[in-house]
């Protein structure tokens, strides 16, 4: 059996983190920790490097932090409610291997979070929808 992936959770918002916290240990996905912001994100990964991180596009300073964790080599996955084809464009500009809706089902947030982890980039059919 393999070594237990570690997820950062990074969402200004405590009820979601906790939400998807519970999606990713169901589908045993990981072990989650959670940060509330920018600053607190990069702390936690000063601290014990994640695999990877999930993060919110709403949050502020989020495209930095993405700028940020791609430079120390954590890949990242934005889970947003944008689905506009320049949030996802500029997400991925920054660093990030995968962009998902928060409208997506559990199963496939966990199904992203797999495919980033395995080193895959992703898009999910939502906020691809536009970029065509």
């Known amino acids: 059996m393999g070594a237990t992936r570690r997820i950062l959770l990074v969402d200004d918002h405590a009820a979601v983190r906790h939400g998807l916290a519970l999606v990713l240990a169901e589908e045993g996905v990981g072990e989650c920790r959670e940060a509330g912001g920018r600053e607190e994100a990069l702390e936690a990964a000063a601290k014990e490097p994640p695999d ?37 464009r500029r997400a991925m500009a ?9 409208t997506e089902a559990p199963e496939e947030l966990a199904h992203a979070v797999r495919d980033v982890l395995a080193g895959w980039m992703l898009i999910s059919p939502r906020a691809a929808e536009g970029l065509r």
């Open 94 to 102: 920054a660093g990030a291997r995968g962009y998902i809706t928060k």
């Open 52 to 88: 990877m991180a999930l993060v919110d596009l709403s949050l502020d300073g989020a495209l930095e932090l993405l700028e940020e964790l791609h430079k120390r080599y954590i890949p990242t996955l934005v889970c947003s409610m944008r689905e506009e084809p320049a949030y996802v």
